[in-house]
């Protein structure tokens, strides 16, 4: 168990729809990231939050939106969804953001959009 | 923009045999991560290389980094049914954004 957990596990949607994934870092860590896993493919770096505030951004769909809350918690908001938007997002969380942090991943939710 | 790849994509091994990933990087890196992911599992932390031509090692398993800082390998000695998995490496740019790039992974099979 790495500390960090993701809401919902699973996700079963429609084209078209809007869903909002949760996570909640390890106690202490103030950095929040989120990937993208599709089917047999690599990690994809979404976003990153630092205590808040946005400090990274990787190949985000403009459909796709994210915020960390001041308990450090962070959503992310996929709308419009696509039956390309099937795929396990994962959150991991670090203590203060660097590229030297070990990340923490939590758990994922599979999306599924039929 | 950076880009980080791993090779091979797919390894199937018998149990016992040696196993080897590499990763290489377009440009310099500051530092590069390993981490592992169990099949149906999330990616687990397993070293960090930050010096050129460093060697780490974890039992059974031998970290590189390139004296250029642009590649990296992992290797597995003698393995078993408990590595399979895929192997992810990650780097981290030496300027500009500060998030770590994720390699392609390498998923690795073993065969008892």
């Known amino acids: 168990d790495s500390g960090v957990t993701q809401t919902p596990k699973h996700l079963i949607t429609a084209t078209g729809q809007r869903v909002t994934l949760r996570c909640s870092p390890r106690s202490g860590d103030l950095s929040v990231y989120w990937y993208q896993q599709s089917l047999d493919q690599g990690l994809q770096f979404l976003i990153q939050?630092?205590?808040?505030?946005?400090?990274a951004k990787g190949n985000i769909l403009e459909r796709f939106s994210a915020q960390q809350f001041p308990d450090l918690h962070s959503e992310l908001n996929l709308s419009s969804l696509e039956l390309g938007d099937s795929a396990l997002y994962f959150c991991a969380s670090s203590v203060d953001g660097g590229i030297t942090d070990t990340q923490y991943f939590g758990p994922g939710t599979r999306l599924t959009v039929l | 923009g950076q880009q980080v790849m791993q090779i091979p994509q797919y390894q199937h091994v018998q149990e016992g045999e040696d196993f080897t990933t590499y990763c290489n990087s377009s440009t310099t890196l500051s530092n590069i991560q390993w981490y592992k992911q169990r099949p149906g599992g999330h990616p687990v932390f397993l070293i960090q290389l930050v010096k050129s031509g460093e060697v780490k090692k974890q039992k059974r398993l031998t970290f590189q980094f390139g004296e250029a800082k642009k590649n990296s390998s992992l290797h597995i000695t003698a393995t078993q049914t408990t590595d399979v998995g895929t192997y992810f490496c990650?780097?981290?740019?030496?300027?500009?954004?500060?998030?770590?790039?994720f390699g392609t992974g390498t998923r690795l099979t073993v065969i008892p």
């Open positions: 990650a780097g981290g740019e030496i300027t500009g954004a500060n998030n770590l790039f």
């Open positions: 939050y630092y205590n808040g505030e946005e400090r």
